[in-house]
């Protein structure tokens, strides 16, 4: 990919490891019915957008949650605990490649994302790794709860290419998820299906001929 000089990265299951399924289990023994139309990789209820673009506060979900659980005693930790199963961590060296990618290519972080999850994900790299943020691995990570605004929709990919002057056509987006490759390739950015466990990482850039 001679032609590419930036690399726009999406986080769950291309960085991050996550748990769909286990995720599923969670809410499922919450008490929330029919758990595979309400909450899947594909596809979800609109709870989830609404938080992941910010419109909805953490308590507000929860109180999503207590409503489709049909269950108001539901604890905010409860909650919490089972939705944040769905994060399980950073596989193999990742934070390594993004290192070394990062000294070839202009690199972006774009996840889709929400407050409880951002709070563990930010615990998790300060007790396991001793940082705070992503700052030392992109130039910019970008989080939908902060833009009003979540993938696949284009305007997200195109907010990323304006704010950073990225040409589309020497700009390539990685991510895990059929839906939102489309909305990239609507942007009119290069793109790559990471078809592989985020422990491949390294095997699959390399494959592609990125590192």
């Known amino acids: 990919m001679a032609q590419i000089k930036n690399v726009i990265f999406d986080y769950g299951n291309v960085i991050f490891a ?27 209820n609109k709870l989830f957008d ?3 673009t910010g419109s ?23 909650i919490d605990d089972a939705w944040n199963s ?3 961590g950073v596989s193999a060296n990742n934070h390594d490649v993004l290192l070394d990618v990062k000294k070839k290519y202009r690199t972006f972080l774009l996840s889709n994302n929400n407050k409880i999850h951002y709070d563990w994900i930010i615990a998790y790299l300060q007790k396991d ?16 709860q902060d833009t009003t605004m979540r993938k696949p929709n284009p305007a997200i990919f195109e907010m990323v290419l304006k704010e950073n002057n990225l040409d589309p056509q020497e700009t390539l987006f990685i991510d895990d998820s059929p839906q939102h490759i489309e909305g990239a390739k609507k942007a009119g950015l290069h793109t790559l299906l990471m078809d592989v466990h985020p422990e491949k990482l390294r095997d699959f850039l ?4 990125l590192l």
């Not at 390399?206 to 001929?209: D, K, L, P, S, V």
Request: charge should be negative; charged fraction near 20%.
């Open 50 to 52: 609404d938080f992941e």
């Open 129 to 144: 790794f001793g940082f705070n943020n992503y700052d030392d691995f992109f130039e910019k990570a970008y989080f939908s």
């Open 56 to 78: 909805i506060s953490p308590a507000e979900f929860r109180e999503g949650i207590r409503t489709f659980a049909n269950n108001s005693s539901l604890a905010d930790q409860q």
């Open 18 to 44: 996550i748990d769909f399924l286990k995720t599923q289990q969670a809410l499922s023994d919450l008490g929330i019915a029919n758990v595979s139309d309400f909450f899947a990789h594909k596809g979800h």
């Open 86 to 88: 769905l994060l399980i």
């Open 206 to 209: 390399a494959h592609h001929q």
